[in-house]
């Protein structure tokens, strides 16, 4: 069974493009959500939570996408994706997020098999509307104490809304995102704490990009929703507000406990028993045998124990929310400083190696985990780090990982370079001696005044800023955009480069690939050579897959 869209069916490669753009969106929304963050602990965090729970789903479906192996269906894909997520949910909204997916990816099985015996596909939009309909039950279910005015809230109206839409996918989509928006906007008239710090719900807010990503993924519109500016500002100092409703009190629970649980169904009664008893914000979801368990207590040796009484709890995170909540920070950094470098291919990483970084190698269209990042970052043993994500598509999880580091006292600074050439401009300018502040400006002045572009294969034909390219025609791009079409790797890179230097430029760095023709670079030197004499050419090589030839121009 498909369900149709403009795109095509959603299908099992479109949960896998839907996870890829709602990650997109929600690392740009993070720290937006971030602010947001007042309910149920003001610890800003909600958006980092629901970015590294959906990272840790889309990292399952990808795992699905094997060369030589069938191509997943969409039940399979929405079940990596459920699992992933409830593997590696993150705090209160990222676990609600976990059993969300679940209960579309449970419903959308279940309209599979349905079909598959009565011989008639449900109407593609029938099949989501019940799909958002059973993940909002779902997540209620999962709550010990529902509150209106959250991400519950956000999930029921969008499911509403799409129940009542019909049954073509794109008005369902859309119903469902527009009514998301709506419920949002509504909560801080249903939650006193959102009402009195002037924000709607953050964990609502992150449901909206969801959405916001599936409506791009189904129809090709992109939401131009923002929050407005007086309701995104650091959260305010507000009173606790228990999960049965706001309260006067000054006081709530110690810590937070999350655990997965290898648990039989009937020993979870009993759990959500005690440890409803133990504290609160609790928060139980999952199913055939695997938990994610959540819950804000003082005791949590006690909530550990109560998951060994019912099973076996593994993957323990205890958050004192007390520190959070009174805005401790990390120890002061030392003066020792180090550096991270994305890099792709082993040219590159030898190159960042040589000039003082600690380099995460990454492969074609495989960015690093966050995880990865802050391992690498804690490996350089260092209290204050320039993080080089050198890739527009990593910026996002550089910016996790960068506030995870936090955790550890180590002080990280992004440099958002979009290119591996900005980054070596970067490095080349990095000086340990003066004080850190100042070391990220210089860094960052020289990344932003590298031009970078490079060349390229086209492998279908397509519609481009230059014109319509067809398969194997080289392609020079500019900054991210294709500027020019040719047939020849060699005039190619030269038009290239003459138009990186249009506005003015002193070095130009070629940077070349394992793919890239032998005396490519030699060529291009030569013509700067011949025809440019104030400028330099440094030529590296890079051993990159994807690009033949990287480019950048100072």
């Known amino acids: 069974m498909g369900v149709q869209g403009l795109l095509g069916e959603l299908d099992g490669p479109a949960v896998r493009r839907w996870g890829r753009v709602a990650l997109e969106l929600m690392g740009r929304a993070r720290e937006e959500i971030d602010a947001l963050n007042v309910y149920p602990v003001p610890d800003g965090d909600t958006g980092t939570n629901l970015f590294l729970t959906l990272e840790s789903g889309t990292a399952e479906v990808d795992a699905l996408f094997v060369r030589d192996l069938p191509e997943p269906d969409l039940p399979t894909a929405f079940r990596a994706l459920a699992h992933g997520a409830l593997m590696g949910a993150r705090g209160n909204s990222g676990v609600i997020l976990s059993q969300l997916l679940r209960g579309m990816a449970e419903r959308l099985e279940a309209e599979q098999v349905a079909a598959l015996e009565s011989g008639r596909a449900v109407p ?55 009514a998301a928006r709506g419920a ?38 992109r939401s131009a929703y923002r929050i407005h500016p007086h309701q995104v500002q650091t959260p305010v100092p507000v009173p606790f507000a228990a999960p049965d409703g706001p309260d006067t009190s000054t006081e709530g629970p110690g810590f937070e406990v ?84 994305v890099a792709q291919g082993g040219g590159l990483a030898t190159l960042f190696a040589e000039n003082g970084a600690h380099v995460v190698q990454a492969g074609p269209g495989r960015r690093p985990s966050t995880g990865v990042l802050v391992d690498a970052i804690r490996r350089t043993e260092a209290r204050e780090v320039v993080l080089l994500p050198n890739d527009a598509d990593c910026q996002a999880v550089a910016g996790v990982a960068a506030q995870q580091a936090q955790a550890h006292g180590i002080r990280v600074q992004v440099i958002p370079t979009k290119a591996a050439v900005q980054g070596l401009a970067a490095l080349a300018v990095h000086e340990p001696g003066r004080r850190f502040d100042q070391d990220i400006v ?50 190619t890179g030269t038009v290239l480069v003459d138009r990186m230097l249009a506005g003015g430029g002193e070095l130009v760095t070629l940077v070349t690939g394992s793919a890239c023709p032998p005396g490519l670079a030699a060529a291009i030197e030569r013509h700067l050579r011949a025809t440019r004499l104030g400028v330099d050419v440094m030529v590296y090589e890079g051993g990159q897959e994807v690009y033949p030839l990287l480019i950048g121009v100072e």
């Open 124 to 178: 593609a939009g029938l099949a989501l509307a019940h799909a958002l309909c059973t993940a909002a039950d779902a997540a209620y279910a999962a709550v010990a104490r529902p509150v209106e005015g959250t991400m519950l809230t956000v999930a029921r109206a969008a499911a509403d809304a799409a129940a009542g839409a019909g049954e073509e996918l794109r008005p369902v989509v859309r119903a469902a995102a527009t």
């Open 184 to 221: 949002l906007a509504r909560t801080p008239e249903q939650l006193d704490v959102l009402r009195r710090a002037g924000v709607v719900d953050a964990g609502g807010r992150g449901l909206t990009v969801l959405l916001d990503a599936l409506l791009a993924v189904v129809t090709g519109e």
């Open 258 to 341: 999350i655990y997965l649980l290898d648990a039989p169904d009937h020993a979870l009664p009993a759990l959500r028993e005690r440890l409803g008893a133990l504290g609160d914000s609790l928060v139980v979801v999952g199913g055939e045998g695997l938990w994610n368990v959540h819950v804000h207590v003082d005791d949590a040796g006690a909530a550990v124990e109560a998951g060994i009484e019912a099973g076996r709890p593994y993957r323990i995170r205890i958050t004192h929310l007390e520190r959070t909540l009174a805005g401790l920070t990390a120890p002061e950094p030392t003066s020792t400083r180090g550096i991270v470098a």
């Open 442 to 491: 210089g860094m960052t002045s020289a990344a932003g005044a590298t031009r970078y572009g490079a060349l390229t294969v086209a492998v279908r034909e397509s519609w481009t800023m230059a014109g319509v390219c067809q398969a194997g025609d080289v392609l020079g791009v500019i900054e991210g955009d294709i500027a020019v079409i040719g047939h020849d790797q060699r005039e």
